[in-house]
């Protein structure tokens, strides 16, 4: 499992497609912090004590909330089926386990986007000197949820070419999605906003954390799928 | 030691099956040779036991350990019959990487000693997206024996390569037995199997319809021959009582005017016929046997 994290966490390093989304998130990071006093002297927009106090992080947050689907997808949306289509996938379960290969590229995924955030985050603390562990903890677990549906659909769909095209339609559709079904009075649908993570981000307390479970579904669905699965 | 065993192992596709029940016993120490025509389930076998396809139903165990086993994994190496290589690694990056998927890390000089073995010694740094055919079935093979393992599954290790190269495969598959390695093997070429196994299966729509050493399948082959006659016209009388006697001698008897065809498995049948023939007044002018040519013996279709 740790040699294919690796591997994985190594491959999203290089090429064009995570040195643009690197840049994306330092410089949201580094605007959001420095305009941060901008959005606080409008007085059209009104914000809590404590959204006031973090105001400088939800430039990211935000960020990862509209497009960090899209993200994910685009760079991770191949990550097993590129090797199933590819046949390279025959090395892998012929020496290790079909669930460390799961596990493994989820992992491997997590801990870039875990380097990627906690540099951004590093960023915006420089200006406002202080290291918001709660809104990281959102962000990383909302990233957690959208890299486990990723890896899940890269499982069930097997060719690349379809999880790069749902992967933009998802990544354009489910937070627009996620928001009016947070926002929606129709009793017959707004149940569904307890199956998205953007519900529990939208609380200020731990049920965040639910979203780790979310995910940690669907890895558990895309490995019984994958154990299945002809290579 | 067993190296491999199987029950009953069985594959099928939509209800259509593939791979009907193999019963397969293969001793630690040999180059099991896996024979038969394309389609015949002889690479959806081998996917099977080294975890690429999950079995529909069935058991198998390799070296002793019940599969699919994390822990054997790490003790056999695995040629699959077609993959591609990861473009963008080269020999080395390729072998390091999957060696330290099996649990252990190699050294640069250990990769090139692996590459030198299967002759790419002189592309270790060109990328693998840029190797011919011929180059990657090579790094295919290094990979499978790279971390040393016990058991190594070959599938088609040599087609497609050349001359040069075929032999280098072959005094490899030789060394790494001389070491005590069990080697599965699969090949369409009749003389590789020959000059390499020490047992071979035959396999057929998804069964394995021959299986022994070398010696044994041509000892049995050879038994069997197709005698061939061609003779005078027998007289109306003894007519009936003629075939009758030659269907108790041999079988598929194929009868054309005075031409006469019947597989017998004893040449000392052939004298006891001609004696017959002239029992019956009849005469033979010609006998023709035919026995079995070595593609006959692994292609045969009854």
């Known amino acids: 499992m740790g040699v294919i994290a690796q591997r994985e966490f190594i491959n999203l390093f290089k090429g064009i497609k995570s040195i643009i989304i690197v840049a994306i998130l330092l410089v949201t990071a580094y605007y959001s912090a420095k305009f941060s006093n901008f959005f606080l002297l409008d007085a059209s927009m009104e914000f809590t004590p404590k959204e006031a106090e973090d105001i400088h992080l939800f430039g990211l947050l935000v960020l990862i909330l509209l497009f960090g689907q899209l993200f994910v997808m685009g760079l991770s949306h191949d990550s097993i089926n590129r090797e199933t289509h590819e046949r390279t996938s025959r090395f892998l379960v012929t020496r290790t386990s079909r669930a460390s290969i799961i596990l493994g590229k989820f992992f491997g995924i997590w801990l870039f986007w875990f380097v990627c955030v906690t540099i951004a985050f590093l960023l915006t603390s420089i200006f406002s000197k202080k290291f918001d562990v709660f809104i990281f903890s959102q962000t990383m677990s909302l990233l957690t949820f959208q890299i486990a549906l990723t890896i899940l659909l890269s499982v069930l769909i097997s060719r690349p070419g379809v999880t790069m095209f749902l992967g933009v339609i998802l990544g354009i559709a489910a937070p627009i999605f996620g928001f009016w079904i947070e926002f929606t009075q129709n009793a017959w649908v707004s149940w569904i906003k307890f199956l998205t993570p953007y519900y529990y981000l939208s609380r200020e307390d731990a049920t965040f954390l639910l979203i780790l479970l979310m995910a940690g579904i669907m890895i558990v669905i895309a490995n019984l799928i994958f154990q299945r699965r002809e290579c | ?302």
Not at chain 2, 231 to 260: A, C, F, K, M
């Open chain 2, 1 to 302: 030691m067993v190296a491999i065993e199987t029950k009953e192992l069985n594959k099928s596709y939509g209800g259509v099956p593939v791979v009907k029940g193999i019963d397969l016993t293969v001793e630690q120490g040999e180059i099991f040779g896996f024979l038969g025509r394309n389609g015949a389930g002889k690479s959806t076998f081998i996917n099977m036991l080294t975890g690429i396809i999950p079995p529909t139903s069935g058991d198998y165990s390799l070296l002793g350990v019940k599969g699919p086993n994390d822990q054997v994994k790490k003790r056999i190496g695995v040629m699959p019959d077609y993959s591609t290589l990861y473009g963008s690694l080269t020999a080395v990056d390729h072998l390091k990487f999957l060696s330290a998927l099996s649990g252990k890390k190699v050294t640069k000089e250990q990769c090139l000693q692996v590459l030198k073995l299967v002759g790419l010694e002189s592309h270790v740094h060109k990328k693998a997206g840029k190797y011919s055919f011929g180059m990657k079935k090579k790094l295919g093979i290094a990979q499978a024996i790279i971390h040393d393992p016990e058991l190594i599954f070959l599938d088609e290790p040599t087609s497609g390569l050349d001359a040069e190269s075929v032999l280098q495969i072959h005094t490899l598959i030789k060394a790494l037995q001389k070491r005590g390695k069990t080697i599965f093997m699969t090949s369409h070429n009749l003389a590789e199997v020959e000059k390499l196994c020490t047992r071979i299966g035959i396999m057929k729509e998804g069964q394995i319809v021959k299986i022994g050493t070398m010696d044994e399948l041509r000892a049995f082959y050879r038994s069997t021959m197709t005698v061939q006659l061609k003779h005078s016209t027998i007289p109306t009388g003894e007519q009936r009582t003629l075939y009758q006697w030659l269907e108790s001698v041999g079988r598929d008897l194929v009868i054309e005017d005075t031409n006469l065809s019947i597989t017998i498995d004893d040449e000392k049948k052939i004298a006891e016929m001609i004696r017959g023939f002239n029992r019956c007044k009849t005469d033979i002018y010609r006998v023709e046997v035919k026995e079995p040519t070595l593609e006959e013996i692994f292609l045969d279709e009854d």
